[in-house]
């Protein structure tokens, strides 16, 4: 992805919290090695010493879902210690709803006013998941996109659901300041060159 001039990379560690299981810091470590591009891990994170070993083995940012919403004071601890810049606040909805643990267990508060109050708790950036799209290549959830980004300052990364350069385009008339592509990138001819030029000739600024 490097070579493709990707702008970051985000990896997310999707069975970790499902097999009770943490961050896998020395494949982390073994990647960042590597790479001179910004890279966000998630995947397991549950203490501020996940923070700590992932940072020092070369991630630029962490993403965390169930082990904020399992315990809230973990964003502020994390940021304090490491600054928001270095948090981020994975938030997946699915039915209108937000999830935790891979979205198996629904928690009853709306994306909106979690992503206002990781905001408050100092996370730096939302990356924000449609889980039901996810994958499917039929585009970002507009609405959720909207919802979210008018409702705090922070960048919300849209994510779940690119099939094409018009979803990009999609997504940050939406209100995302950032868009994540994974299966669009993989099973269809987009590239990342190709999403840069397109929304730079729609008059955004990007990075050619």
Request: glycine share 10%; aromatic share 8%.
């Amino acid at each position: 992805m490097e070579r493709r001039d990707v702008d970051e990379l985000i990896i997310l560690d999707v069975s970790a919290t499902p097999n009770s299981r943490g961050p896998r810091f020395e494949e982390v470590t073994q990647l960042c090695e590597n790479l001179f591009m910004p890279v966000t891990i998630g995947g397991g994170v549950r203490h501020v010493g996940d923070f700590k070993r992932l940072l020092a083995g070369g991630a630029d940012k962490v993403a965390c879902c169930t082990g904020f919403l399992e315990r809230p004071e973990f964003i502020t601890e994390a940021s304090e210690k490491f600054g928001a810049q270095a948090v981020v606040a994975a938030i997946d909805v699915k039915s209108h709803s937000l999830w935790a643990r891979c979205g198996s267990r629904q928690i009853e508060r709306t994306p909106v006013e979690w992503a206002q109050e990781v905001e408050a708790r100092g996370a730096g950036e939302i990356l924000l998941t449609s889980i039901e799209r996810d994958g499917m290549l039929n585009g970002y959830d507009l609405d959720l996109i909207r919802s979210v980004a008018d409702a705090v300052d922070i960048p919300v990364i849209a994510a779940g659901g690119c099939g094409s350069y018009v979803h990009l385009e999609e997504a940050f008339n939406a209100g995302a300041h950032a868009v994540a592509v994974g299966a669009a990138f993989q099973f269809t001819e987009a590239t990342p060159r190709g999403a840069a030029r397109y929304l730079h000739e729609q008059g955004f600024q990007v990075r050619l």
